[in-house]
């Protein structure tokens, strides 16, 4: 049997679609007969009024649901941060979920959400391989973070990855960089094929969904504008944590690929490199420059402090919930684009034989 309808509960109540329409809505003007047969009703249906039918009504709840895959990393912490922070200047709520990485936990929380009074939706997908959860199905205004090109209609708010990718590159070059070893990271690493990546264009789907794919892309493109030959050789496949970036660097000397700079997807991968260098008494920034993604709390810390792209996450938690006030007003959306920056610390510096 599906989800109830208000015809189900009309139906079992003996009342019509409108009486029941009333109760819900705690009119007065109704039989207290007619209110307990429909109540009852509810309760043995288990009914929950549609967020779409609250929509169409013209009810509002000044609250946005939002749904990521976590708060514990600093990027995602900081785009619900740079939520709450515009859905307070604009007299709204947010109402924070997380899927805690799982696809069951994610589907477990659209449930929750398709049921509680929501006026808009901001949904970051899960990145397993498994096909996205279709959340225009919560029938409310939504927002898709953090990725690109993931639901048909819908505006995309997310980081300018390839411009990521092309900028630490294209910097490293400038530097006399020649070996560039580009780390493209992933949650669950093993689900991605290093031919796919390779072959992957802009418009693909998986260029969309996984940011690794249009950072590499970004440095792709700055190589070839200095006429430097593309090796596979120098593109590896990780995933976010400390042990995946000790673990990757350390394939790299095994196999004995020349390299004279690193790209880290993240700030943390970029940590677990340098201490596995530190370790083989590798000098950073002379012998191996590094580059790292996310730009927070990491880098200052580091010895030496890490160079690094800043993402501006908190920016696309704003820019989410300005999407979403706009589509509650009727007004004309589309994707937002967040562009990052290069913040230059001692990780890098120009190859010796420049100096």
């Not at 019509?16 to 705690?26: A, C, D, H, K, Q």
């Not at 109402?95 to 805690?100: A, I, K, N, Y």
């Not at 496949?237 to 997807?265: F, L, Q, T, W």
């Not at 004309?332 to 290069?342: A, C, F, M």
Request: proline residues 5%.
């Amino acid at each position: 049997m599906g989800k109830p309808t208000i015809k189900d509960v009309a139906r079992l109540a003996e009342v019509s679609v409108s009486t029941v329409s009333r109760v819900l809505n705690g009119k007065e003007n109704v039989q207290a007969e007619y209110v307990t047969k429909t109540l009852d009703a509810v309760e043995q249906l288990k009914f929950r009024p549609s967020i779409a039918a609250k929509t169409i009504r013209g009810q509002s709840s000044k609250v946005i649901g939002m749904l990521i895959p976590e708060v514990t990393t600093p990027f995602y912490a900081r785009v619900a941060n740079g939520a709450v922070s515009r859905a307070q200047e604009l007299g709204l709520f947010i109402q924070l979920m997380t899927s805690d990485r799982d696809k069951e936990i994610e589907a477990q929380c659209i449930r929750q959400l398709s049921e509680s009074y929501i006026d808009g939706l901001i949904y970051g997908p899960l990145e397993t391989g498994a096909p996205f959860t279709q959340s225009a199905l919560l029938q409310v205004p939504t927002a898709v973070v953090a990725h690109r090109r993931i639901l048909e209609n819908t505006p995309h708010i997310y980081v300018d990855n390839f411009a990521g990718g092309y900028t630490a590159a294209k910097y490293l070059i400038r530097l006399g960089r020649r070996r560039i070893y580009m780390l493209a990271g992933f949650w669950l690493p093993g689900l991605i094929r290093k031919e796919d990546l390779l072959s992957s264009d802009y418009d693909s789907k998986l260029s969309g969904a996984y940011s690794g794919f249009d950072r590499t892309l970004g440095y792709r493109k700055a190589l070839q504008e200095d006429g430097i030959p593309f090796d596979e050789a120098l593109v590896g496949i990780c995933g976010y944590d400390y042990d995946s970036g000790y673990n990757a660097i350390k394939i790299v000397y095994e196999r004995m690929i020349d390299i004279d700079a690193v790209i880290a997807p993240n700030d943390m991968v970029a940590a677990g490199i340098m201490n596995f260098l530190k370790r083989q008494n590798i000098k950073i920034p002379e012998t191996v420059s590094l580059i790292g993604h996310g730009d927070v709390l990491i880098p200052e810390i580091a010895e030496p402090p890490l160079t690094s792209i800043n993402q501006n996450p908190h920016e696309v938690g704003r820019q989410a919930v300005n999407t979403i006030d706009n589509m509650l007003k009727h007004k004309e959306v589309s994707d937002t684009v967040v562009g990052v920056s290069l913040s230059i610390r001692e990780s890098t510096c120009n190859k010796p034989s420049m100096i």
